[in-house]
């Protein structure tokens, strides 16, 4: 049987186009305590009943990162521009408990891209001045790593994809966009040989850092959550950290506090993934065959799946 065309963009894949017998399952996940009964081994949820508890246990992903690196065996943390809560938490940990961090190091998860090169640090919505400006700027100069333990995807792509290999990504963090991307490995256009069926997954596995083009549904959600609703203001392509470097980041943590993804959204994944439903047209699906993953939810930020008129 035909896949059905999208919803949102006939031209593109995404979550629209899966079989209606998935998409019919998500509303039966009714609360947080069915959401946790998804965890199996390779898969925990993890609930929050606070987001002062949920943004502090984020920004301690970074410090038991940090805390493992030592200059023979570099360690470090990959983490994403939404959620950005966590990093003045990160800072002020930092230089409260006088933390010496200077061998540790940090991964950018991506960065926007206009006219084929990633954006300066001076544009409005670059994620690496984002970065800078809410955490590392923040942390004493007598305890924060060097800039060049400062990974960020811009410049030779290459060589950031290649510092995977000498350094343990201990833990890579992200958020889940509408789109139901991590970074930004958005689904693939409908074209070539993805007319009648998105890339098989092991397929979208092998892509690595690159410049891609980024989903409308991406587009729009950046202008509504960064951009005061600017949509002409967003880039049209990203550089994005691919499933490559991800599986060589000993964990995936995922953090959902409501604001970046819809009820539906939020449980649509953690049931493909719990149930091992790998599918390209919803990249964090694929998160389904990692060793390793973990869902982070605020309760309250979880909502309803069903009609509610406003």
């Given amino acids: 049987m035909a896949r059905p065309i999208s919803k949102v963009a006939p031209g593109w894949w995404d ?38 508890e949920f943004y502090c246990a984020e920004a301690l992903d970074y410090i038991n990162a940090w805390r493992q690196s030592t ?22 940990l930092v230089n409260d408990l006088q933390l010496d961090v200077r061998d540790g190091h940090f991964w950018g998860m991506d960065e926007w891209v206009e006219n084929g090169v990633p954006v300066p640090i001076d544009h409005p919505l670059s994620f690496a001045k ?13 305890l924060r790593m ?47 040989d993805y007319v009648d069926a998105p890339p098989p997954p092991a397929e979208y596995r092998k892509l690595k850092t690159r410049i891609t083009d980024l989903h409308p549904m991406t587009i729009i959600q950046n202008a509504r959550t960064s951009g005061g609703g600017q949509v002409a203001l967003v880039p049209l392509q990203a550089a994005t950290v691919g499933p490559v470097e991800t599986w060589k980041a000993e964990k995936v943590s995922i953090w959902q506090a409501g604001a970046h993804d819809n009820p539906f959204g939020q449980r649509l994944t953690a049931l493909m993934i719990a149930k091992k439903i790998p599918d390209s047209s919803t990249p964090m699906s694929l998160l389904a065959d990692h060793p390793n993953v973990h869902f982070h939810y605020y309760r ?5 799946v069903e009609a509610e008129m406003h």
């Fill in 15 to 52: 979550y629209t186009t899966l079989d209606p017998a998935i998409l019919n399952d998500v509303p039966l996940i009714k609360d947080a305590d069915d959401l946790a009964a998804l965890s199996r081994p390779g898969f925990q949820v993890h609930l929050y009943d606070t987001l002062e």
């Fill in 71 to 92: 200059a023979d065996a570099p360690a470090g943390i990959c983490g994403p521009i939404g959620p950005t809560e966590q990093l003045p938490l990160v800072a002020r």
């Fill in 130 to 142: 984002a970065d800078l400006a809410l955490c590392f700027h923040r942390i004493d100069p007598k």
């Fill in 146 to 192: 060097p800039d060049e333990h400062l990974h960020f995807p811009t410049g030779d792509l290459d060589a950031y994809s290649a510092s995977y290999d000498p350094i343990r990504c201990m833990v890579m963090q992200g958020g889940q966009g509408e789109v139901k991307h991590w970074a930004f490995n958005d689904p693939p256009k409908r074209e070539d």
């Fill in 300 to 304: 309250h930020g979880l909502g309803r």
